[in-house]
């Protein structure tokens, strides 16, 4: 049975959604692809948190002839029941997100449904299988529709709409959309990447972190983890916890990045109105931010340190690494280090051509490096393959002209990161972020059907008073 403390929230959720649905007014027309079928007006791909935000912000902008589609199987959208390995959130709990501010849709009031207002008030931080449960619950009581199990592997223009091939079930599928926005996620950009030095490795001697690994199968073992972001001392972690006899965490800087620049960037101004800027200061805040490595809170450092086996390495990049019979032997400006097993926590490759939803035309997807020439001292060349996009989180072209289509395809994930900051990949971008994408993708649905609009109001001819000839008489003076 349904926790009571649920269903009376739930109840309040439908009261509130009803209490502000102004304006009710429907506004699309249904649109037919060229096979006979009908057209989505939005497809979303990605079912995790900003696919899920989205889908809700267009529900409320009556833009609802929509569909999700994830290639996972539900309830394991996002990395959050995969591979994010921390314990809990580094957000702070009282950060909002998908509820686009609307207070029974939070965080906090699901919990305080389900675990009740003392356990909200002791928690410090959101467990993550909480967090994963509480968006599938949002899903469920939003009433939003998701496929599972379905990956997009091309997109094409069609007649004026976007062909959207899905496999799913090993067999191929043409969905038809006017808009389609991409919510892949920390993948969005390219592949995850791994250093020529590792990937040479056999694989049973290496991994990224993103993977699946059987961590129970190290205990006892030598482990490398390179990098040391917060991801890195996540998986760290769990191999210490696994029982490992040694985990060596390599970090190629002279010292670790305690501080936290996503934390100074959370506020109002900087969350809604980088995107305004110009090009000069866009770059300059976010090259200077992407500059640091993620910084890791107290207890994740503290997870790691309360083994005797944890081993942190600073100044120690990895120049070369060579399998033998006694395990890996890792050759670094620190020394040389011994591992049964290497765990590559080392981000991901910004190369568009390896998406295969975006390999059809991703030459002529317009990058920060076409658009913009910082200064020297802030040149860099992998910032500058980031893809530089529109205002309304749209796919620009390197040659005008070429695929004009593309424009209808919006970015919003880690990849709109130099355009828009910490926008399609945080938690606590989503208020200010979100309703910008909605109302670009409802402006871009507008201009296409203006015309067609303009008619309808020259033919509208609805009375709301009827008038009748002469006036009835008015009483008597008094």
């Not at 649109?31 to 079928?37: C, I, K, N």
């Not at 699901?110 to 994963?132: F, M, N, Q």
């Not at 073992?221 to 001392?233: N, P, T």
């Not at 934390?263 to 300059?284: E, I, M, Q, Y």
């Amino acid at each position: 049975m349904k926790h009571d403390g649920l269903s009376v929230l739930e109840a309040r959720v439908a009261a509130d959604l009803a209490r502000t649905a102004h304006p009710r007014a429907p506004w699309l027309k249904p649109v037919m692809a060229p096979d006979g079928t009908p057209a989505h007006d939005v497809i979303i791909v990605g079912g995790g948190q900003s696919g899920l935000a989205t889908a809700f912000g267009l529900l409320r902008s009556r833009v609802d002839n929509i569909l999700v589609l994830d290639k996972a199987p539900a309830g394991q959208e996002g990395p959050w029941r995969s591979y994010a390995r921390m314990h809990t959130l580094r957000s702070p709990k009282d950060f909002t997100g998908p509820d686009l501010d609307m207070p029974c849709l939070t965080y906090q009031s699901w919990h305080e449904a389900k675990y009740g207002i003392e356990s909200w008030d002791e928690l410090a931080l959101i467990p993550k299988g909480h967090w994963a449960d509480y968006l599938a619950w949002f899903r469920h009581v939003i009433g939003i529709p998701v496929r599972n199990e379905a990956e997009v592997v091309d997109i094409a223009p069609a007649e004026g709409l976007l062909a959207v091939s899905v496999r799913s079930g090993g067999k191929l599928q043409t969905l038809h959309a006017r808009k389609v926005v991409l919510a892949t996620g920390q993948e969005s950009t390219g592949d995850w990447s791994l250093p020529a030095a590792i990937a040479a490795l056999p694989p049973h001697r290496r991994a990224h972190c993103a993977e699946d690994i059987d961590f129970a199968a190290l205990a006892g073992k030598r482990v490398a983890v390179i990098g040391a972001g917060a991801s890195a001392f996540d998986n760290a972690a769990t191999a210490l916890e696994a029982g490992a006899a040694e985990v060596h965490l390599l970090c190629r800087r002279k010292e670790i990045q305690v501080v936290q620049p996503y934390r100074w960037l959370t506020f109002r101004g900087f969350l809604r109105h980088l995107g305004d800027l110009d090009d000069a200061w866009r770059w300059r805040f976010m090259s200077a931010v992407m500059g640091l490595r993620e910084g890791f809170p107290q207890a994740t450092y503290d997870r790691c340190a309360l083994h005797d086996a944890f081993r942190l390495h600073l100044g120690a990049p990895v120049l070369s690494a060579v399998d033998g019979p006694g395990g890996v032997e890792l050759v670094t400006q620190a020394g040389p280090v011994a591992a049964d097993f290497v765990i590559a926590a080392t981000g991901i490759d910004i190369d568009l051509s390896a998406r295969p939803e975006l390999s059809r035309f991703a030459h002529n997807i317009a990058s920060w490096a076409d658009r913009y020439t910082p200064p020297a001292a802030e040149r860099d060349d992998r910032l500058g393959r980031f893809p530089y996009l529109g205002d309304d989180y749209a796919l620009t072209e390197r040659v005008t002209g070429l695929t004009p289509w593309i424009a209808d395809i919006h970015l919003f994930s880690i990849a709109s990161t130099m355009s828009f900051g910490a926008s399609g990949s945080s938690i606590n971008a989503m208020t200010t972020a979100v309703p910008r994408l909605v109302s670009g993708l409802t402006r871009g649905l507008f201009r296409a059907d203006v015309e067609t609009l303009w008619e309808e109001f020259q033919a509208y001819d609805v009375p709301q008073a009827v008038v009748r000839f002469p006036p009835p008489a008015c009483g008597g003076e008094g």
